[in-house]
């Protein structure tokens, strides 16, 4: 026979056990527009559709919305805007690889574009679920899980370039100030200006970037 003291013990082991069974496991899925249920530890390309992608990004702020306009500058303005400078930067760019290139930003129509100060606040969590994401939606429409180095290297200078521009127009910085984090700022046509760098209503952004996808996917 136990002594007291271990039955004691041992009895609120198994209302601890209890408790836990009691207590639900903490919800790790969004219910998306298109009603599919996106998890986001596992996420399969199954529930993954363009059109909540489309709707999301339209809808997400860049710069968390200190910008100027009547709209937000949203994550969807912005892809076909560094979409259209990588184009700018190598014109000979199969579609596929200008799929990727608008594709590049696409988890944050369920994780929310996170400012890269805040980022840096928590460390590698949030990478760690936007690569899960990433590749999600790259396999959903029939890209490689991760995209090739040049690739990576060329979204990462066209989005360096697109972040200058929205900085030092709509976000407030200086010239300075915004080639210290961005770079040099680039080359680029007026009519380029006058199309990317005014924001857009989000039911113009939605539909934009919908056009642009159904383009380069060849739908």
Same mark, same amino acid.
């Given at each position: ?5 271990? *039955? ?7 209302? @601890? ?7 639900? %496991? ?6 998306? !527009? ?42 969807? *303005? ?6 259209? !400078? @990588? ?31 805040? /980022? ?29 180095? *040049?690739?990576?290297?060329?979204? /990462?200078? @066209?989005?360096? *370039? %697109?972040?200058?521009?929205? %900085? ?18 680039? /080359?680029?046509? %007026? ?6 760098? /005014? ?21």
């Amino acid at each position: 026979m136990m002594p007291p003291s271990v *039955q004691r013990a041992h009895g609120r082991g198994k209302q @601890a056990k209890r408790l836990i069974r009691a207590v639900p %496991a903490p919800r790790a899925w969004q219910r998306m !527009l298109s009603g599919r249920r996106l998890d986001l530890l596992d996420p399969s390309p199954l529930d993954i559709e363009i059109e909540d992608i489309a709707h999301g990004l339209a809808r997400v702020a860049r710069w968390n919305g200190q910008t100027n306009g009547a709209h937000i500058y949203s994550v969807a *303005q912005h892809s076909l805007f560094v979409e259209a !400078l @990588a184009r700018a930067r190598t014109p000979r760019l199969d579609d596929r690889c200008r799929l990727a290139i608008l594709l590049h930003d696409a988890p944050e129509y369920v994780i929310g574009d996170m400012i890269s100060p805040f /980022k840096a606040v928590i460390g590698d969590a949030y990478k760690a679920v936007e690569r899960r994401l990433l590749t999600a939606i790259h396999l959903r429409f029939g890209l490689p899980p991760k995209s090739p180095p *040049q690739i990576e290297a060329l979204i /990462k200078a @066209a989005d360096r *370039q %697109a972040a200058f521009l929205e %900085a030092t127009q709509l976000a407030g910085f200086d010239a300075a100030e915004a080639r210290r984090f961005f770079g040099r700022p680039p /080359k680029f046509s %007026a009519a380029m200006e006058r199309d990317y760098l /005014k924001p857009w209503p989000a039911e113009t952004a939605q539909a934009r970037y919908l056009e642009r996808f159904n383009r380069l996917a060849g739908v």
